[in-house]
T-cell receptor, first 115, second 111 residues
Framework: EAGVVQSPRYKIIEKKQPVAFWCNPI?????LYWYLQNLGQGPELLIR????????DSQLPKDRFSAERLKGVDSTLKIQPAELGDSAVYLC?????????????FGPGTRLTVT | RKEVEQDPGPFNVPEGATVAFNCTYS??????FFWYRQDCRKEPKLLMS???SGNEDGRFTAQLNRASQYISLLIRDSKLSDSATYLC????????????FGAGTRLFVKA
């Protein structure tokens, strides 16, 4: 069974440029998460989807970040314009459902470097 | 104070040693807990769930202490392949469901 797929794996951009990340969750997983992970820190939730609905985007910096999950499957996360402080690993995860009993499966992440 | 706190380490132990990590949490309403393992430059993967009665899987034992609000992970007979960062995870249901990750504890097992 295929795991969570993310692309690109690495991205280097100049500040003020736009960037987009793509995630394909495990088939049948209704819940999709985008996390940001800085070096030496745990993942921090940016947004959580239940099917195509964003049910928790309280930590998403909406002035520059946007996300969508059309048709409740694939998702994209966009940053425009990128800032130096956005350099981090962006992780996508999915789970069968939402709640404390569901295991989250993570993709390999996209390592973003903003110069 | 952070909702989930871990000693960042690193813990440097020889092969065969027993090592334990603790993780403290602040939300007394949390009911379930997890340990994830993250290898260097890789994604986190579930290691084990932590039940009220504890949980044991081979060389790994997880315990929950509700009174003191901490969970622990014990690794017996450490292997070189156990070298990784261990993330404590505390789902929170108050104020909406959210998964809170600790910053992780780094473990190095040396030959």
């Amino acid at each position: 069974e295929a795991g969570v797929v993310q692309s690109p794996r690495y991205k280097i951009i100049e500040k003020k440029q736009p960037v987009a990340f793509w995630c394909n969750p495990i088939s049948g997983h209704n819940t999709l998460y985008w996390y940001l992970q800085n070096l030496g820190q745990g993942p921090e939730l940016l947004i959580r989807y239940e099917n195509e609905e964003a049910v928790d985007d309280s930590q998403l910096p909406k002035d520059r970040f946007s996300a969508e999950r059309l048709k409740g499957v694939d998702s994209t996360l966009k940053i425009q314009p990128a800032e130096l402080g956005d350099s981090a690993v962006y992780l996508c995860a999915s789970s069968l459902g939402s709640g404390s009993s569901y295991e989250q499966y993570f993709g390999p992440g996209t390592r973003l470097t903003v110069t | 104070r952070k909702e989930v706190e871990q000693d960042p380490g690193p813990f440097n132990v020889p092969e065969g040693a027993t090592v334990a990590f603790n993780c403290t949490y602040s939300n007394s309403a949390s009911q379930s807990f997890f340990w994830y393992r993250q290898d260097c430059r890789k994604e986190p993967k579930l290691l084990m769930s932590v039940y009220s009665s504890g949980n044991e899987d081979g060389r790994f034992t997880a315990q929950l202490n509700r009174a003191s609000q901490y969970i622990s992970l014990l690794i017996r007979d450490s292997k070189l392949s156990d070298s990784a960062t261990y993330l404590c995870v505390v789902p929170r249901n108050t104020g909406g469901f959210k998964t809170i990750f600790g910053a992780g504890t780094r473990l190095f097992v040396k030959a």
